[in-house]
């Protein structure tokens, strides 16, 4: 029989300071699921939101003698959700790959008003920052970012060398990035995952 029947939450939390394996399946089986919609509330992604759900239950576990000084487990869980997720979020903002997944689920899974604005303000910023480049650099730039070609395509294209092309697009990144960190606050990679959509 499972203990969901027979135990409240308070001999659920005794049952898990004492290291009781089956109380921290039941613990999950009780809560894992509302604490993955709180998370994805926060973070639009599901692969993240399950990951972040499976890091604060392997934290419970890991710091079950803790919980003595909890008066409400439920309570507990999601405010422990909430700040383990906004401290991950903060690390995402230093890690491109996972801002951009961030960014990458939060474009694909809303659409109102809001962040069509802030998509359409990223897209006319990243067209004016190109402007700003030679007319080549701008030209291979959006060749290889843009049509998705690659290093080679654009030279025969253009009928320069590869290295030109190479140099042309290190050229036009270390600009593009300087100005969206400078005037966005952003990574290239960020406004380059609204950019290409």
Not at 49 to 77: G, N
Not at 163 to 168: E, G, L, Q, T
Request: include cysteine.
């Amino acid at each position: 029989m499972s203990l969901q029947h027979t135990l409240s939450d308070h001999d659920l939390k005794t049952r898990l300071i004492a290291g009781e394996e089956s109380a921290f399946a039941e613990l999950y089986d009780r809560y894992s699921a509302p604490i993955y919609q709180y998370i994805k509330k926060f973070v639009h992604s599901t692969d993240l939101s399950e990951d972040l759900t499976q890091e604060i239950f392997i934290k419970i576990w890991q710091c079950k003698s803790k919980l003595c000084e909890v008066r409400s487990i439920r309570a507990y869980l999601f405010i422990m959700a909430r700040n383990h997720t906004l401290n991950s979020l903060k690390k995402a903002l230093r890690s491109d790959v996972a801002m951009s997944e961030v960014l990458n689920s939060f474009v694909e899974e809303r659409n109102d008003t809001e962040e069509s604005l802030l998509s359409k303000e990223y897209h006319e910023y990243l067209e004016k920052a190109l402007e700003a480049l030679p007319s080549r650099t701008r030209e291979i730039f959006k060749l290889c970012r843009q049509q998705g070609k690659s290093y080679d395509e654009v030279a025969t294209e253009l009928g320069i060398s590869r290295n030109a092309v190479k140099n042309h697009m290190v050229g036009s990144m270390k600009i593009l990035s300087a100005s969206a960190k400078r005037d966005l606050g952003i990574s290239l990679s960020v406004l380059l995952t609204v950019f290409l959509k």
